[in-house]
Each structure stands twice: as C-alpha cells, then as structure tokens.
C-alpha cells in the first residue's frame, strides 16, 4: 500500500465473498466505485478514500490479487483515459507476476540439471524411459 492511510490499510485482509475487491478478483473484471460504495470498508472510509478504481492482476479464475487506485473523498472520479491506464498497469502487473513464476519454475528445472555429465545423462535417461514406456526404469 502506498499514499493516503497506506499504514492502515496494508496488509488488511478483505473477505472475498460479497465484497467490491471479491467480486473483481473472481470474476477478473474491473470495476469503478463511487465514494459511497466504501462504506463496507469503514477503514478506508476512516483515512479518507473515496471514489476508486479496482483492476484484477490475472484474468477470471487465475487473479492474483487486486490493484486498487483510490482518490481522496470529495475529488472528481477518475477519467476514461485515467482508468485505461490504471487497466494497462493491472495488466502489466499481472505479467509480471507471472513472468516471475515461469522464470522460477526455469531455475527449478535448470537446477535438476544442473549436476556433473553422469547426473545429466541419468536424468536424461529418466525423461526417456518415462516418454516411451510411461515408468522410470
């Protein structure tokens, strides 16, 4: 969390059923909230927040999380080119964070190759038999 009451709000835990958040990180589809919509959250309404702009990072039934931009209560909404924006982060977020994972399954897979010339063959061996014979010798 970062910017207005972002000490009391990082780290808060928000149910997933029946809540703005839940809803956009199940269904993977951003929404707009009025200042009003808050009242749910008294926390965020306690700091300040109004209207907002919440964006999943992943798509339906993969998100990994929920970016929430918020403004001050009292100030304009956001802009349609502001909440094009706010989307492209949400989105380049999300490739990220998958791109992160990928990469680390990369080393994982790298490491179990990474032994002495006998190690390898013996792992190479292993794949072999398992492709053509579906078991490991």
């Given at each position: 969390?970062?910017?207005?009451?972002?000490?009391?709000?990082?780290?808060?835990?928000v149910?997933?059923?029946?809540?703005?958040?839940?809803?956009?990180?199940?269904?993977?589809?951003?929404?707009?909230?009025?200042?009003?919509?808050?009242?749910?959250?008294?926390?965020?309404?306690?700091?300040?927040?109004?209207?907002?702009?919440?964006?999943?990072?992943?798509?339906?039934?993969?998100?990994?999380?929920?970016?929430?931009?918020?403004?001050?209560?009292?100030?304009?909404?956001?802009?349609?080119?502001?909440?094009?924006?706010?989307?492209?982060?949400?989105?380049?977020?999300?490739?990220?964070?998958?791109?992160?994972?990928?990469?680390?399954?990369a080393?994982?897979?790298?490491?179990?190759?990474?032994?002495?010339?006998?190690?390898?063959?013996?792992?190479a061996?292993?794949?072999?038999?398992?492709?053509?014979?579906?078991?490991?010798?």
């Amino acid at each position: 969390a970062r910017g207005l009451g972002a000490g009391s709000l990082e780290g808060l835990t928000v149910p997933v059923d029946a809540s703005a958040l839940g809803g956009v990180y199940t269904a993977g589809i951003a929404r707009s909230l009025a200042g009003p919509d808050w009242s749910a959250y008294p926390v965020w309404t306690d700091v300040g927040l109004g209207s907002a702009f919440i964006a999943p990072l992943g798509v339906e039934g993969r998100s990994r999380g929920v970016l929430v931009a918020a403004k001050r209560f009292g100030a304009l909404p956001f802009d349609t080119p502001t909440l094009r924006m706010l989307s492209d982060v949400a989105d380049q977020a999300a490739i990220a964070l998958e791109l992160a994972d990928r990469r680390a399954d990369a080393e994982k897979l790298a490491e179990a190759f990474a032994g002495t010339p006998a190690d390898r063959e013996r792992s190479a061996q292993a794949l072999l038999l398992t492709n053509e014979f579906g078991f490991i010798d």
